[in-house]
């Protein structure tokens, strides 16, 4: 049972559209990773955000952790065909290690 | 920084046999970990090391899955007996143990198909 759920789970858009992925949970994680996963490898970190109502921006890309500390969306401006991938959240219990519940996915297809 | 290394990349296997995948991480990275990702879902946590310490196990982590890290060094994963259900992308990460939020670092993992 994945604790945290993702939409839209697929996404395809053109070259310079806009788009925002969601990350629910009923749950409160300490802190919530986005990861970006390229077929047939594993998933490179982006961003970690910490506190509640945290924005951090990547270039394009804008994070932000919901003020409860159990969502997050990540939103992309004008987005290039480069940005295809799978985009995974991930949150951390407060474990006191890495033991993350990673979200179902959103796979992103951007086409020129 | 030459990456998390996992051997082999594609692993095929009959049902009942047995496999072992090899982890080298970072190497100044003294915490491990095991996940398990199958199509069309995030990865999932098996195992963690902090050094050659198994510090946690997921009930994920049946009985016919073990894993060693010897020297704190690489780690191993053996599956014994497998079933098709085992069919998966197991990935391996490490990370320093500099706080809580250290990042992990993900190998290329390696596929496991059961036949």
């Known amino acids: 049972t994945q604790l945290l759920e993702q939409s839209p789970q697929f996404l395809s858009i053109q070259e310079g559209e806009n788009l925002t992925v969601y990350c629910n949970s009923s749950s409160v994680f300490s802190s919530l990773q986005w990861y970006r996963q390229e077929p047939g490898e594993g998933p490179v970190l982006l961003v970690t955000v910490v506190t509640g109502g945290e924005v951090k921006k990547l270039k394009r890309l804008t994070f932000q952790f919901g003020d409860a500390r159990k969502d997050s969306s990540l939103h992309i401006t004008a987005a290039q065909p480069g940005d295809t991938g799978l985009y995974l959240c991930a949150g951390d219990r407060n474990t006191g290690f890495q033991k993350l519940v990673f979200g179902t996915g959103t796979r992103l297809l951007v086409s020129p | 920084d030459t990456g998390v290394s996992q051997d082999p990349r594609h692993k095929i296997t009959k049902r009942g046999q047995n496999v072992t995948f090899r982890c080298d991480p970072i190497s100044e990275h003294n915490r491990l970990y095991w996940y398990r990702q199958t199509l069309g879902q995030g990865p999932e946590f098996l195992t963690y090391?902090?050094?050659?310490?198994?510090?946690?196990k997921s009930r994920l982590l049946s009985d016919r899955f073990s894993a060693e890290r010897p020297k704190g060094s690489f780690s191993t994963l053996e599956i014994q007996r497998t079933e098709q259900g085992d069919s998966a992308m197991y990935l391996c990460a490490s990370s320093l143990r500099t706080g809580t939020n250290s990042p992990l670092h993900f190998g290329n993992g390696t596929r496991l198909t059961v036949t």
């Open positions: 090391f902090q050094n050659e310490a198994q510090l946690e």
